[in-house]
């Protein structure tokens, strides 16, 4: 399959693309090189005719295109604005199937609530406003052009050499579950493994959660299991520094998920329930 990814060399991208490129031909699109070289084509997702040079050959594009911050004209761009372009451009060229790449920040306070896949995104702040605005150009595009559209809904994207802790913040941490315990963030592995089930699955308009962390089954991923058959399954090698809890800000969660069998420090099993001792 031949996928354009727009907005590659983001912080995603530079986490899904070189995995990607092992199953699929990837040619990016952003105004920076992708980090490891590639298929890559320079522009600006909020020109239409940029977009629709990139499009040309291709089977499905993926939007990744971001904007970090409270600049409200640039997340309104990348989030908004970019997301019609490449819809209505992959329908002039066309290419039939999309992804976009969403955040759990569509909901306010996310973590503090139980949140099925079907929950209506609510969220107020610039950047989860634009998100969820974006998913709205996404529903309009399949209702206009007849696409299908899979939406897919990140939550602490992380490198694998940096799991169980979030990448994107300084230094990386464990992001906070509810009540400040700590959550799993979700290793580029995962990250990629969704993407490619997602990008062969087409039905219309689809919204997934992809999480590595339920927080105790607060989030439900059930839609990505049962439709994508995608699930967790990044299991880090012995070496891995997260598997000491020696080291706070990386060590496995205390409940780790189901079927997690990666080893782990002898002194942290006196804190696992007695069904993840193995």
């Known amino acids: 399959m031949r996928v354009l990814y727009v907005g590659g060399s983001g912080y995603v991208g530079r986490l899904a693309v070189p995995l990607l490129r092992q199953r699929f031909a990837v040619r990016v699109l952003d105004l920076r090189p992708p980090a490891d070289g590639g298929e890559y084509v320079p522009g600006d997702a909020t020109g239409h005719a940029a977009v629709l040079a990139a499009l040309a050959g291709v089977d499905a594009v993926i939007h990744g295109a971001m904007a970090a911050g409270d600049d409200a004209a640039a997340a309104f761009g990348a989030s908004v604005t970019s997301v019609h372009q490449v819809l209505s451009a992959a329908y002039r060229a066309s290419v039939p199937h999309a992804l976009y790449l969403s955040s759990m920040s569509v909901y306010a306070d996310p973590v503090s609530r139980r949140l099925g896949e079907s929950a209506i995104p609510d969220a107020t702040d610039v950047y989860g406003l634009t998100k969820r605005l974006g998913e709205e150009v996404c529903r309009a595009a399949v209702a206009e052009f007849g696409l299908s559209v899979n939406i897919l809904r990140l939550a602490w994207p992380t490198p694998d050499h940096l799991w169980p802790a979030w990448g994107q913040v300084t230094p990386p941490a464990r992001p906070a579950g509810p009540g400040g315990t700590p959550a799993c963030a979700t290793a580029a592995t995962d990250v990629a493994a969704a993407i490619a089930a997602a990008l062969s699955y087409r039905d219309g308009l689809q919204a997934f959660t992809i999480t590595a962390d339920e927080l105790a089954g607060r989030w439900s991923t059930a839609r990505a299991r049962d439709l994508l ?40 099993l006196s804190s696992l329930p007695g069904e993840y001792r193995r």
């Open 229 to 268: 058959a995608w699930q967790p399954r990044f299991t880090p090698p012995a070496d891995h520094p997260a598997l000491c809890p020696c080291n706070p800000a990386r060590a496995q969660p205390a409940h780790p998920r189901p079927g997690h069998r990666g080893p782990r420090c002898p002194c942290m």
